[in-house]
């Protein structure tokens, strides 16, 4: 049997048969004995893997955007990659894939990055078109959503002009338009949830609202000074500690108030200068004001000597002060014994001035001036501080001639002893506020 199988398998590799049909009929062909069946001969791969390398590195870069121009030749499992792609990173990718492919023994990387203009501009266009084919296919849903958002926005702004709702509400201008932008804005935000929801794009506005979270917490941090500012200028405009043209001192700064706006409180000195203080300064700092009631009270020191009558001088500058124009009768002025020095008495006048009827500095100037004539009317000694030079008296003989002051006209007279209102700051300020438009001071609120 043995050699009967040997004479075919012969005169079958003779005839050009595959192995497989010469195993097939060797199968088929009837056994002699049952003691030593025949063994099938394993089966032999005749394809070559280059093919097979090729093939499969030629599907994969079809696949991959970039490199459906790059060719693939395998000799021996060395590779050589050729063709053109447009970035060099594609040609980087390219070589990589096939270093990675089993049965690949080295990597031959010719390929060439593509510079011509027509070539390197496809891909771009290819992607405008695409992109504007989404466009074209998402504007309906798109126009939708901007007239949502647009009706919202109208909405909030006829809802907050027409109900006039914060205008009954509050009092304060600035803070109704501050109302008033808060119930735009919340408005608006309705409209924009419902176009991102028309959209579908729901998860961006969550996104972009957290991003916003965050940029609005950096911008806080980086100026805070200026939102302290800003709330500082609300709490003053709902407060209202002063009003337009109060005279006031504030940080050492003392003057009228001209405006106030949402940066800072703007005073105008009595030399006509403007100092501006931020607002946060101002809502902490202690504020004196002076026009909060019209009355206001006046006082100076006079020294007279220690012989002197004091009774007598208390009298005398009394009676001057009750005659000085403007010196109130009601509360009406008075005179103290301040202190006793070693060569003097300290007298201290006080009294009362309307400062709607009569200047506060003139009224005191005056009643100053009228003490000292009446002093010396009286011969009521004034003497100077005790830190002065006491100077001994010089002979009459040699006592140099004095020149003899001249008396003032009546015009002068008069106007020495004027203490009307002088009202050249407040005009300086009304000028001034007739040129803001953001002043947060009116004179309609209510002052705290």
């Not at 390929?111 to 504007?132: F, S, V």
């Not at 009706?151 to 009092?171: C, D, E, H, K, Q």
């Not at 949830?193 to 998860?203: H, K, Q, R, S």
């Not at 007279?304 to 000085?324: F, G, N, P, Q």
């Amino acid at each position: 049997m043995r050699a009967i199988a040997a004479l075919v398998l012969l005169m079958a590799s003779m005839a050009g048969l595959s192995y497989s049909a010469v195993a097939a009929s060797i199968a088929a062909a009837p056994t002699m004995t049952e003691e030593q069946p025949a063994q099938p001969a394993a089966a032999l791969a005749l394809q070559s893997p280059d093919a097979d390398i090729r093939q499969r590195l030629t599907e994969l870069y079809a696949e991959i955007e970039g490199l459906e121009d790059v060719s693939v030749e395998v000799r021996g499992g060395v590779v050589t990659l050729g063709g053109t792609t447009l970035e060099v990173t594609a040609r980087s990718q390219a070589e990589d894939i096939a270093a990675r492919l089993d049965g690949v023994a080295s990597v031959e990387n010719q390929i060439q990055t593509e510079h011509r203009l027509d070539r390197r501009l496809a891909p771009l266009m290819e992607q405008t078109e695409a992109i504007g084919a989404r466009v074209v296919a998402v504007l309906p849903l798109l126009l939708v959503a901007l007239l949502v958002l647009a009706g919202f926005w109208v909405a909030g702004v006829l809802f907050t002009r027409w109900t006039n709702i914060f205008r009954r509400m509050v009092s304060n201008p600035f803070v109704e338009s501050l109302l008033e932008q808060v119930v735009r804005g919340v408005f608006i935000l309705i409209g924009l949830v419902l176009a991102m929801n028309i959209l579908g794009a729901t998860a961006l506005l969550g996104s972009v609202l957290g991003a916003a979270g965050v940029l609005g917490l950096a911008v806080g941090f980086a100026m805070r000074d200026t939102i302290e500012n800003y709330i500082a200028s609300i709490l003053l405009s709902l407060r209202r500690p002063f009003a337009p043209n109060d005279a006031v001192v504030i940080e050492g700064v003392e003057g009228r108030i001209t405006t106030l706006n949402s940066r800072a409180t703007i005073i105008t000195t009595w030399d006509g200068n403007e100092v501006r203080i931020p607002n946060a300064i101002v809502y902490k700092a202690k504020i004196l004001n002076y026009s909060h009631t019209p009355q206001r009270r006046f006082d100076f020191e006079i020294r007279v000597s220690v012989e002197t009558d004091i009774t007598c001088a208390l009298a005398v500058a009394l009676r001057a002060a009750k005659t000085v124009d403007g010196v109130l009768e009601e509360p009406a002025p008075f005179v103290l014994v301040n202190r006793l020095e070693e060569y003097s008495i300290i007298l201290t006048v006080f009294g009362w001035v309307d400062q709607t009827q009569s200047d506060f500095g003139k009224v005191k100037s005056e009643t100053i001036r009228a003490i000292k004539e009446a002093f010396v009317a009286e011969q009521v000694d004034i003497t100077p501080p005790a830190q002065a030079y006491r100077m001994l008296p010089i002979p009459e003989e040699n006592q140099p001639t004095r020149a003899t002051a001249s008396q003032p006209t009546s015009e002068e007279m008069r106007a020495i002893q004027d203490t009307s209102v002088d009202t050249t700051i407040e005009q300086k300020v009304e000028a001034r506020r007739e040129v803001t438009d953001n002043d947060l001071l009116t004179t309609t609120a209510p002052r705290e």
